[in-house]
């Protein structure tokens, strides 16, 4: 009985563990993609104003 909540634990610890990971990976992408894009609103600023 004892392993087979052993077992359980163990895998709800790993699949927390590569959410957490996939979490950070993904943050960091659209982070990088927002930068990006708000980079190439500012340098065309001057085209943009009304």
Do not use: C, H, P, Q
């Not at 600023?45 to 009304?50: I, T, Y």
């Amino acid at each position: 009985m004892l392993e087979k909540i052993y077992n359980t634990m163990k895998s709800v610890g790993i699949f927390n563990i590569v959410l957490g990971i996939l979490m950070i990976v993904s943050g960091i992408g659209f982070g990088i993609l927002v930068v990006t894009k708000g980079a190439g609103l500012l340098r065309r600023k001057s085209d943009l104003m009304f």
